[in-house]
């Protein structure tokens, strides 16, 4: 028997383990053994969860459960390797040289991309710097030169670079970025050999993740009559992949196992990010603000409910028409999906990384709004209740750490303390981008923060 193609994939997490795992693992049920996965990390994350999966020889239980609590049971035993983390990446490195290995993906956060809103890379970032001088190699930037000079200079032949995560139009950005970062380094040879060698195909990806509990490991020791699963984790039911088609070295058939191959994902991703990225930001600020844990809480409050059905159904869909999708039942199908109360996921896993998230998933529908001389009271209460969140988090009435890859030290307390905070608050480039200070998105957010405000003042008294 032939030796199976790899895909290595970058970022060994839970969503990655819920998503392109399973659908490989469909392929394999069906008999199809010709790919296997294998992965690590490329920062010493989850180090516990990846002693797990070498123990248990990449094997590991997937729960998942559906809204109305149904529960099922799935092991997962696609990941064929699984390597440990060092400094120099040589584990990583070395499958990545290997011929066989046809596909290398990703899954970062958005900040992960150091991108401005001219896709230029932002080099105010010390690990950036860190990487491109070349005395590191922690970002995906900096991991990739040193994996793809490696299968270079083996003459291992092409090889995709595929995205598995939210950033709009991932494929294009990433390749834009990771070009000049080789530019900045001065690796000629190699941006020659990546223009000629690689594809990066745009990719929409869903399933909710939330991070692994003790919980889900008893539930799962439970089912599966006493045995431990320390990698086991917990998924919504609902999964969902479009993948634009352009694969230079060839690709597992996963048309087979309901992954839609398509030509452009742009419309898809759009629906995605603004419906879905978008409103699950909007319900863990306001539900945060509200004083629940939980998104489903905060989705089955009738209020929070609103706010986020108002900003989808007045702002968002006209924006978005014409559309492959029924958006309307795209809508429903998210807020039910976020209702789940089987899910737990947190508000403090959705609410992080505001800064990312208010320029790549609300700003689009602000800037199509204002082209149309449209309203955009809808969609600004959104970076409203991120900005009343923002000032509730620094009073100390957050109940949990906010993380914020992208926001300087500092910069909320100066948001807060000026003379006009809406004014400050809009007129940071970083969320704003070329439309910061702009009046007319200053007038609706400060109308938009006053019932911010209103709706937290009357949950905190409540």
Not at 24 to 52: C, F, K, M, S
Not at 162 to 167: G, T
Not at 318 to 327: D, K, T, V, W
């Amino acid at each position: 028997m032939s030796q199976a193609f790899t895909q290595l994939h970058l970022g060994l997490g839970s969503f990655h383990r819920a998503h392109q795992a399973v659908y490989l693992q469909h392929l394999r049920d069906l008999g199809d053994t010709a790919w296997e996965l294998a992965g690590g990390n490329i920062r010493p994350d989850a180090e516990a969860v990846i002693e797990a999966l070498i123990e248990q020889d990449g094997r590991y239980t997937l729960e998942t459960v559906t809204p109305q609590g149904a529960r099922n049971y799935k092991e997962i035993g696609s990941i064929k390797r699984v390597v440990r983390w060092d400094a120099e990446l040589s584990g990583l490195t070395a499958i990545a040289v290997e011929p066989t290995t046809r596909i290398i993906s990703f899954t970062v956060t958005e900040a992960g991309y150091y991108l401005d809103a001219l896709d230029q890379l932002d080099k105010s970032y010390p690990d950036l710097v860190s990487d491109l001088s070349g005395e590191t190699c922690c970002t995906l930037y900096g991991a990739l030169a040193r994996l793809l000079e490696a299968r270079r200079v083996a003459a291992a032949g092409p090889v995709t670079l595929m995205n598995c995560d939210n950033l709009r139009s991932n494929g294009d950005r990433f390749a834009k970025g990771f070009k000049q970062f080789l530019e900045l380094q001065g690796k000629s040879e190699l941006l020659a050999w990546v223009n000629a060698h690689t594809s990066s195909p745009n990719s929409m990806v869903d399933r909710i993740t939330p991070r692994p509990t003790p919980e889900v490991i008893e539930r799962v020791r439970a089912a599966s009559t006493g045995v431990e699963d320390k990698a086991a984790l917990s998924a919504e039911a609902f999964i969902q992949w479009v993948v634009e088609d352009h694969f230079i070295a060839g690709r597992p058939a996963w048309e087979k196992v309901g992954v839609e191959l398509v030509e452009d994902v742009l419309p898809y991703e759009e629906a995605k990010i603004r419906l879905l990225n978008a409103t699950h930001s909007c319900i863990a600020w306001a539900g945060t603000l509200a004083g629940y844990s939980y998104i489903h809480e905060g989705t089955l409050d009738s209020e929070i409910r609103q706010f986020a059905f108002d900003y989808v159904t007045e702002d968002v869909l006209p924006c978005l028409q014409p559309c492959p999708l029924n958006l309307e039942e795209y809508r429903d199908v998210v807020l039910d999906r976020f209702s789940n109360p089987n899910i737990k996921d947190t508000n403090a896993r959705v609410a992080m990384d505001g800064y990312s998230k208010v320029p790549g998933f609300i700003l689009p529908t602000i800037r199509d709004r204002l082209d149309r001389n449209e309203s955009i009271n809808a969609v600004a209460l959104l970076p409203a209740l991120f900005l009343e969140f923002l000032r509730r988090e620094r009073l100390g009435e957050v109940p949990y750490q906010y993380q914020d890859q992208l926001m300087e030290p500092g910069t909320a307390e100066a948001i807060l303390n000026a003379v006009d905070p809406v004014s400050a608050f809009c007129s940071d480039r970083l969320l704003f981008n070329d439309l910061a200070g702009d009046e007319r998105i200053v007038a609706a957010v400060r109308a938009a923060y006053v019932r911010a405000q209103t709706f937290a003042e009357r949950r905190k008294a409540a």
